[in-house]
């Protein structure tokens, strides 16, 4: 596991890596200046709503000053922390459509002797994806109850945290890298063969995802990684199933 993330690592000067993650983020910088100006002409309509509304009385009152003061301050940091905290999110879901050439560039420094990957087909993709979004939400509701009860508790907390996280990035990126090479059944079969395997790289994935700064390139860092964990553990399953087989 160590020596996945490693290696994942060790290629982030790779051109494909720097090609994806500068695409990703222009792309995400476009649709935050759409945002921007958006949330621009909407707080500045409901700014001069507000003043109207205080000036009722007395339209050269101190209070009304003070108001459309306060008011743009907030509206400021409240944009600026939004943005904080949105532009990772934005970002990595640009980068999951560019993720291919990701794992391409894995392959072909270290697997260079596969074969042309698996084109998934689009039925496929989509059923995959909408299945996957009813475990993320259902597992999600089970969890909020959990979640609010154990606030408090932060050692317990975030072990919720981590295992419900942990499960659902290891087996959405586990499923990203392996339907390129095998069909859905036979990747969910893998998946379950080595279930803790999986869960653990994705506690892994959903930890880094929590670091200032290195959550910009996690999406990029986690396909090379969980793509090395895939290869492990296919060939470990071909090996096994040799050894197991009758002689």
Do not use: C
């Not at 990595?92 to 698996?118: F, Q």
């Not at 154990?150 to 295992?163: A, D, E, M, S, T």
């Not at 890298?177 to 790289?201: E, F, I, N, P, S």
């Amino acid at each position: 596991m160590f020596s996945a993330l490693t290696k994942s690592f060790a290629q982030a000067s790779d051109p494909a890596f720097r090609r994806v993650f500068m695409r990703s983020l222009w792309l995400s910088l476009g649709v935050f200046l759409a945002l921007w100006a958006a949330a621009w002409l909407g707080l500045d309509w409901l700014g001069e709503y507000l003043a109207a509304w205080v000036a009722q009385g007395d339209p050269e009152s101190t209070l009304v000053r003070v108001v459309e003061w306060a008011y743009g301050a907030a509206a400021v940091a409240g944009v600026l922390v939004a943005s904080s905290f949105l532009f990772p999110a934005v970002m990595a879901g640009v980068m999951s459509v560019l993720l291919e050439d990701i794992a391409e560039a894995v392959e072909r420094r270290h697997y260079p002797g596969l074969p042309k990957a698996r084109a998934q087909p689009v039925g496929e993709a989509i059923l995959t994806g909408l299945v996957f979004a009813v475990v993320v939400l259902a597992l999600n509701l089970i969890a909020l109850p959990l979640y609010l009860i154990l606030l408090f508790v932060p050692p317990l907390n975030l072990f919720v945290f981590y295992l419900l996280n942990g499960y659902l990035l290891g087996r959405e990126y586990f499923e990203l890298v392996a339907v390129r090479r095998y069909d859905v059944a036979t990747v969910k079969r893998l998946r379950q063969g080595y279930r803790g395997r999986v869960l653990l790289a994705g506690a892994v994935i959903a930890f880094l995802l929590t670091l200032p700064l290195i959550n910009l390139v996690m999406p990029i860092v986690a396909t090379g990684f969980m793509l090395h964990v895939f290869e492990g553990l296919r060939r470990r399953a071909d090996a096994e199933a040799v050894l197991e087989a009758p002689r």
